[in-house]
């Protein structure tokens, strides 16, 4: 069964977390508290601090959630919760902010500037700070066709032609889906010609969430892909020379017996 799917959240359940501190995966934590305050007139937050009981780690990231996460039980006419995230619920799904961001959520074959910009915008997004997010988004593809040195400049303006730099990538990384270059190249917004001005309408929250997921998915395929194809056939020819050789000494074993 494949279980990769897991690592991608901060929260796998109610026990089991991917430690931002340590970086391990799966280790279990603590709640060791939890705040209220009031976000605005109706709106309350909660907060949540949760340990890493990773022996040497035993350190504190704050989550924030419009939600209350915790099971609650009423005690002598009294409402209490308990000191833990209920079962089943998606604990992720329901945070708004957590510190430090997830980012480590990225694979860290991306590169860090890249992944960097990727977490900002989705932290902005989910605290509704659209404008925030689009830069951020647009930076980091920004910063992805520089790291790759694939930025086309149109000659007339001087200034980085979107599409062309889009393609230009696309033709350094062939074994990536063409498609969702193709996707990337199509963002209406980033090919117009006054990007560098600053000037461009923020995208709203469902488009946002399209253009981070797809970017996700564009830097997964082009750096984490391929290193984990080439792990694969590592450990198969280190399986294949193991097994030649275990085959082969059994035969010198057979030999000696002789
Ligand atoms: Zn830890």
Redesign the pocket.
């Known amino acids: 069964m494949d279980l990769s799917h897991l690592d991608k959240k901060y929260f796998i359940d109610a026990h089991k977390y991917n430690?931002?501190?340590?970086?391990?995966n799966h280790?279990t934590?603590s709640m060791i508290d939890h705040f209220e305050f009031n976000w605005g007139d109706k709106k309350i937050c909660h907060g949540y601090l949760i340990k890493?009981?990773?022996d040497g780690?035993?350190?504190v990231s704050m989550h924030l959630s419009f939600k209350e996460l915790r099971d609650g039980y009423v005690e002598y006419s009294r409402q209490r919760y308990n000191n833990q995230f209920a079962d089943k619920i998606d604990i992720d799904g329901s945070l708004f902010f957590s510190q430090p961001t997830s980012y480590f959520v990225l694979d860290n074959r991306i590169p860090e500037k890249v992944r960097e910009l990727v977490y900002e915008a989705e932290n902005s997004r989910k605290s509704n700070y659209l404008v925030g997010a689009s830069a951020c988004l647009r930076k980091a593809i920004y910063e992805l066709l520089e790291h790759e040195k694939t930025i086309i400049k149109n000659q007339k303006t001087g200034y980085a032609d979107y599409q062309a730099s889009i393609k230009s990538l696309k033709e350094k990384f062939p074994s990536v889906a063409s498609e969702l270059f193709d996707a990337l190249g199509h963002i209406q917004e980033m090919a117009s010609d006054n990007v560098h001005e600053g000037s461009w309408e923020a995208w709203d929250s469902p488009k946002l969430r399209f253009i981070i997921e797809l970017t996700k998915a564009t830097l997964h395929e082009m750096y984490v892909v391929p290193e984990e194809r080439k792990e694969r056939l590592g450990l198969l020819g280190q399986m294949k020379s193991a097994f030649s050789n275990s085959k082969s000494t059994s035969s010198k074993n057979e030999e000696e017996k002789k």
């Not at 430690?19 to 391990?24: A, N, Y």
């Open positions: 430690c931002p501190f340590c970086k391990r280790v934590y890493c009981n990773s780690c035993e350190k």
